[in-house]
Nanobody, 131 residues
Framework: QVQLVESGGGLVQAGGSLRLSCAAS????????MGWFRQAPGKEREFVAA????????DYADSVKGRFTISGDNAKTTVYLQMNSLKPEDTAVYYC????????????????????????WGQGTQVTVSS
């Protein structure tokens, strides 16, 4: 059973930085596309950032472009979200998603930006940005 565990959330002042981590376990291969989503109270879960399984392609929501960076370790077991210049509107629970994809072909380079694309989710980590 694939398990994802997010960490790194917390309380930070506006303009500050946080680095979220998403550690995967229980996988028998490394070809998993990964993504970060967030959900604020009373709002739907929204896309933040995602990377293809090879980590060669990435995509970001317009609201975080230039401030957030998604990356991964060489073992492809952990994905990070570096968040800089944080704003109060970034306050939300941040979730990590994962989906196994083909190793080669068009699917291999896909970056999945919809929550319904993902099969596995972590429990989330709270990020609170104070003004």
């Amino acid at each position: 059973q694939v398990q994802l565990v997010e960490s790194g959330g917390g309380l930070v002042q506006a303009g500050g930085s946080l680095r979220l981590s998403c550690a995967a376990s229980g996988r028998t291969s490394t070809n998993y596309a990964m993504g970060w989503f967030r959900q604020a109270p009373g709002k739907e879960r929204e896309f933040v950032a995602a990377t293809s399984w090879s980590r060669s392609n990435t995509d970001y929501a317009d609201s975080v472009k230039g401030r957030f960076t998604i990356s991964g370790d060489n073992a492809k077991t952990t994905v990070y979200l570096q968040m800089n210049s944080l704003k109060p509107e970034d306050t939300a629970v941040y979730y990590c998603g994962s989906r196994r994809v083909a190793v080669t072909g068009p699917s291999a380079s896909r970056v999945l930006t919809h929550s319904y694309d993902y099969d596995y989710w972590g429990q989330g980590t709270q990020v609170t940005v104070s003004s």
